[in-house]
């Protein structure tokens, strides 16, 4: 950083008073690429947390036919969660690529927030860009899914909102505390993850088949994520960490 460039405003610690967590992003890796070291701090604290994955990430790869490339992102990816000690991880099965923000969307998340009832749901940057100045543009799948998961958090804590899902025996669930949207650059809060930053590269190591299919075959992982996580670290005073842009909820 130049001498005069701008010092980047610190990080508040997230609250960690609570217990179970539902992480909810659109393609397997997504958790991994910065995320998945403060998902491992949380397992290891005892916190209980699940994996939905929106699409099986079947069209990342453009090399490999979407019919090989999603059973082997969704083995890639539930050993990577593994790795950061979450054993259950959905996959919801929709299209990647072409995700569509809308009430279908909406009402699937509801259905997910209400079977699994979490106390913080956790996804990725929803913002238009992965930077302040608008130059690292975001991709819609990634805006669409969190947009829908901030709306169906609110959605499952509404009995009058898909009543359908209640007369099924699905109850109303308003104990979401708070969404996390892990990397935003709006991002006003951190986690230190120091301690498990080698368990968020092994886990986004474990995606070898998507990395492998990124170009060049130069990526280093470890390099990749100590970078983004040094310099969030800085902002706040340990050496590792990652940034959310953190939403409080009201209760209806």
């Known amino acids: 950083m130049s001498a005069d460039a701008p010092v980047p405003n610190p990080l508040q610690p997230v609250d960690e008073s609570w217990q179970r967590g539902l992480a909810i992003v659109a393609h397997p890796d997504d958790l991994e690429f910065g995320a998945a ?3 491992a701090r949380w397992t290891r ?8 994955l929106l699409t099986s990430g079947e069209a990342g790869i453009d090399g490999m036919e979407p019919a090989v490339a999603g059973p082997t992102r969704e083995e890639e990816q539930r050993t990577s969660a593994a790795i950061v000690g979450v054993s259950q991880v959905d996959f919801l099965g929709l299209p990647d690529g072409v995700l569509e923000y809308g009430v279908a969307l909406r009402r699937d998340l509801s259905r997910v927030i209400r079977t699994h009832r979490p106390d913080i749901v956790i996804t990725n940057n929803f913002r238009d ?39 099924e025996g699905l109850e109303k669930w ?18 230190d993850t120091t301690e498990t930053f080698d368990l968020g590269v092994q886990s986004l190591e474990a995606h070898a088949a998507y990395l492998q299919g990124l170009g060049a075959g130069d990526f280093d992982p470890e390099e990749f994520l100590d970078g983004f996580s040094r310099q969030t670290g800085s902002r706040l005073g340990v050496k590792h960490a990652a940034s959310f842009e953190v939403f409080r909820l009201g209760l209806y």
């Open 174 to 191: 308003n104990g979401v505390r708070e969404v996390w949207a892990a990397g935003s650059p709006l991002s006003k809060h951190g986690v």
């Open 45 to 52: 604290q005892g916190k209980e947390i699940t994996y939905v």
């Open 37 to 39: 070291a403060a998902i």
């Open 129 to 167: 860009s992965w930077d302040a100045e608008g130059n690292a543009l975001n991709m819609s799948d990634h805006i669409v899914t969190g947009r829908a998961v901030l709306d169906a958090a609110r959605d499952a804590a509404n009995r009058w909102v898909f009543r359908e899902q209640i007369e």
